[in-house]
């Protein structure tokens, strides 16, 4: 290639990097914006239906909950042992913790 080619396509990329650049600073603009115009509807939303959210939320851990014991019971050999099953749920608790600890 000669110099001049050369030279056109650093042009090029320097156009492309400084638009994306560009491109990259406007979409943090616009999210900014989204959030400060949602946050107080997603307030008032939340102001105005406590109980809506509480029964939504205990619905959702219960029926986790749920879904978990008929994963475990359709596994016999953990079924079964009990002690097993606290010992999983413990060592799980403990393993979440300390990669919390780390990373925060």
């Given at each position: ?14 156009d ?34 406590p ?36 010992a ?11 990669l ?5």
């Amino acid at each position: 290639m000669n110099k001049d080619t050369e030279q056109h396509e650093v042009n090029v990329l320097h156009d492309i990097a400084s638009q994306v650049d560009r491109l990259e600073e406007n979409l943090d603009k616009v999210l900014k914006n989204a959030d400060t115009s949602i946050e107080p509807l997603r307030r008032s939303t939340f102001k105005r239906f406590p109980i809506l959210f509480i029964l939504l939320t205990t619905f959702g851990v219960s029926v986790t909950f749920f879904a978990f014991e008929r994963l475990i019971a359709k596994f016999p050999y953990i079924y079964d042992r009990p002690w097993l099953i606290l010992a999983i749920g413990l060592s799980s608790l403990i393993l979440t913790g300390t990669l919390y600890k780390k990373l925060g």
